[in-house]
C-alpha cells in the first residue's frame, strides 16, 4: 500500500484528535474567560470581604517529614500570620523524620506557645501526608483546620482571608487559597512551574469556581471545617494525591470549596527535572487513582460538583493525554513520511496552528491577570508547549504503566529539597 | 513591492502629528491648570492675611466660599494643600474646611481603602498634611494596610506630626483589635525611640494584654537604662503569661545577675509552664552564668508522670504544654549551650545514679542510720510502702528534709501528699521553696497538704520570734 492511500486515514485520525482537542480547548477558553471575569469580581470583592468581629480559633496543621532545609521559615512565616495571637495553634507533626526536623520544631517551641508538636514514632510514620495529617488532626484544638506544607511562605493576610470567606458562607466546606512560586526566575524549569501555576490557578481554579462554584483543594494553603473533614471521613491515607481525592469526597458530601485568589502562599518548587518527574509522577498517579475510585460509583453520583471532578481529573490524566499522544504520532509520522504537507493537510495544519495560539493566550490572559506579563514569562509559555507539556505527556505516559501494566502499589514519595531554593527566587 | 516608501512616509507622518497632538495637548492641560491654580493661590492669599477687622473676617469667609465653588476643583485643593503649611491654626482650619467642603478629604479615604498603591500612597501624603484628628485617625486605619509599604508610609505620616502627639496616637493604637495595625504601630514607636517611652510606659496599664506586650517589646527595643526597674514588677504581676514572657524576653537582653536571678525565678514559679519554659531557654540563650548546671539540675529535677499530656497508650508523642514543654525547652537550652544530646542523656543518668546511692546521701544530709531503711523505703516500687517511709520520716527531723523534698517529685500523689505533710511537722523552713513548688501538683491533695504544711511551717516560725 502506498503513503498516499494512508493519507485519508492519517487525515481522519488528525480529525479526530483535533475534535478531542478543540472540545478540550473549547472549554479551557471558556474557563479563562470566566476566569478573568472572577479576577475583576475578585478585585472589588477584596474590598468587600467581610469583617469578622470575632476571629474563631484555628489550628495550623503542618505535616513534615525530613524538612530541616525549609521547616523554620515556614513556621517563621506562619507566627507571623495576620491573625489573632491567641486565636490561633500550629499543630506541626513530625512524621518519622530521620534529619534535624524535629530539632528545628523544638527550638521554635521555645520561643512561642502556639507551636505543638506531634511526633509520630519510627516504623509507624513516613507513609505519606495524608497519614500524617490524620494523625495530627486529633490535637489539633479547634473547629476550623488550615493545612500549610512544611515548605510554604504565606502572606500575613491569607490566613484572614480564606477563614473571613469560609464564615460568610455556611454552604463551603473549605476556602482554598493561591500558591505561587518563590524560586520561579531560578531556571527555565521553575519559570515553567511558575506559568503552570499561574494559569492552572486562573484557569481551572478560578474559571471553575466562577462558572459551576467549584475549585479544587490544592494540598496547601487552605482552610477547612473540621466537620466537614469528619464527615468526609479525614484524608484518604491510600491517596497520594490527598486534596484531589478530598475534594471529591467532599462535594459528595455537599460542600463548596472556594478559590480566594487574594490569600497567597510562596513556595519552592522543583528545580531540577529528576525532582520535578517524580513530584509530578506522584500526582498524576494520585489523579488516575481518583478517577479509578470514583468513577464505577459514577451512577450513584449524588451531586453535581461530584461528577465534575471527576469529569476534570478525567480529562486530563485521560482525555488530553490520549489525544495529544495520537496527535503527536500522527505529526511525527505525517512528517516523516512526508503526508503533513500539500493540500490536504494544511487546513488541519492550520486548525492545529490555531489551537497552539489559543494556547498561548490563555496562558498570556493569566499572566495578565497575574501582574506577570513579562516578555520573558511569554517567550517562555510559547516554548512550554513543546518542551514542557511534552514532558506532563510522558509522565502520564508512565504513571499509566505503573498503573495498568505493572500494577505497581501507590506508594509516597518525597519531594526532595534544595538548600537555598526559598531564597534564590526572583519574588 | 515589499516596501512602500510613500506608504511608509505617510505612515510615519501620522505617528509623528499623534504624538505632536498629545504633547500639545500635555502642554495645555498644564498651562491651564497653571493658570487655575495661580488663580486659586491668589484667593487663598486672602486667607493669609490677618484678620483684624469684620470686613477681612467677611472677606476671609468670602475666600473659603470661593475656592470651595472654584471651578478648577483640583486646582482649589492644591491651593488648599499650600495652606495647610502655614503656621496659623485659622489658615490650616480653613484650608481643612475647603479640603472638607470641596470632597477632596473624601476621595483620599476612598483612594485609601480601594485605591492601587500610587494612589494609597499620594492619599497617605495628603492625609499626612491635613493632620487633624479625622486625618490621623484614618492614617491609623491605614497602619493595618496589606501591603506592609502603605501601612509603613501611614505610619512615618503621623509620625510627621509633633512627637508627643503622635506617641500618643500611635500608643493608643497599641490596643487596636487589629494585629496589624497594633504591630505597625509598635513598630512606629520603635522607630521614634526615646519620644515614645512616655507614652508607651502609660500602655504598661492598659487594660488589653496585647497593647500591654506590645509596649513591653518595643520599651525592651528600645531600651534604656531604666528599663529593668520599669519591667520587672510586671514579671510576677502581670495576669497574662504572654505579657510575662515578652518581660522576660526584654529583661534577658539587658542581661546582668539581678536580672538572670529573676528568671531563674520565673523558671521555677511561674503558674505557666510556657512561661517557666521561656525562662530555661532565655537563660540559655543569653548564657547566663552557671545556666548549664541550673538547666541540668531543672532537667533532672522534672518527672515525666506529672502532667503529662495525650494517651499513654498513644503511639504518637505529643509535646504541647506542661511538663514535656518545660523538658524540651530545657534540652533546647542545654543544647544551645553546647551540650550534645550524648552529655544531656549522661548527665541524667549521673543524677539518677545519685539518688539511688542511699547511703552516700544519708551520709551527706547527716542522717542517723537508723533512718537509712526509711530512706531505702522511698524508692520502692510499691507506692503505700513509699508513702508511708515519707510519714515516718518525718520524725527524723531536720535531716530529712532534703529527702522529703525529693519525694515531693513522686509520681505518686499519696506519696507526695505525705511527704509535705511531714515537712510541714518537721517544720523546717529550708523545704519553704519545694513546698512552694507544689502548689501548682496538678493533684488537689498535694496542694493542700503543701499549703498547710507551710502554713505551719511560717507560723511556728512567728510563734518563735515572739516567744524571744
Redesign the interface.
Known sequence: MSLEALAPVHDALLAVCLLGAWSIIGLYSLLSFCGFIYSLEARRAK?RAPVVADWPPVSILVPAHNEEIVMAGTIESLLHL?????RVEIVVIDDSSTDRTR?VI??L???D?RL??????PG?GGQGKSHALN?GLP?ASHDLIAVYDADNCPE??SLRYLVAELLADEKLGAAVGKVRTLNQATNLLTRCIAIEFISFQWIVQAGRWRLFRLASLPGTNYVIRREALERAGGWDGGAIADDAELTVRLSQEGYQVKFVPWAVTWEPEPQHWGVWLRQRLRWARGGTYVVRKFLPRVRRLRHRDLLLEVLHLLTIYYLFFGVMIVSDLIMVSGLIAGLAVGSRASPLMVLWALAVGLFLLQMAISLAIEGENTPLNLLAATAMYFTYCQAWLFVCGKAHYLDVVRQERLRWEKTVRVPGAARSGGQ | MLFDSQLAGNAAMFAGGVAASALLLRFLRWWGESIALNRARRIGDRLRRPATTLAAVEDQSAAIQDLVQFPFGQAAVGAARELLRERDPAVRAAAIEILRRTRAFDGWVKDL??GGYRAKLRAIQALGEVGDERAVEELIEALGD?DPGVARAASQAVMMRDPDYAADRLAGALSSPK??IAETAAAALVHMGEAAVEALVGQLASLRA?ARRLAVESLGAIGGPALADLLLPLLESDPD??VR?SVAEALARLGGEYVFAHLRRLAQFDPDW?VR??A??LLAEANAPGAAEYLLEALAGLEPEIGRS?DEND???????GIQ?LR??I???L?MLGLSDDEIAAAQRQEETEELDIALLAEEEKLLPGWLDALGALGEPDAARRAEAARQLAEAGPPAVAALARALRDPDPLVRAEAARSLGRIGARDGLDALAECLRDPDPGVRLASSTAMRAIVTRDAVRELRD
Open positions: 474590598w495576620d491573625y489573632p495571637r491567641d530539632r523544638e527550638h517551641m521555645a520561643t506557645r505543638k508538636l506531634v511526633a509520630i514514632p509507624i494523625s490535637y500575613p493576610v | 481603602e480601594r496589606d494585629r496589624r496585647q503569661p504572654a514572657v510556657f519554659a521561656r530555661y531557654s495525650g503511639a504518637v508523642e505529643v509535646v504541647s504544654d514543654r524540651s525547652a534540652v533546647v537550652g543544647r
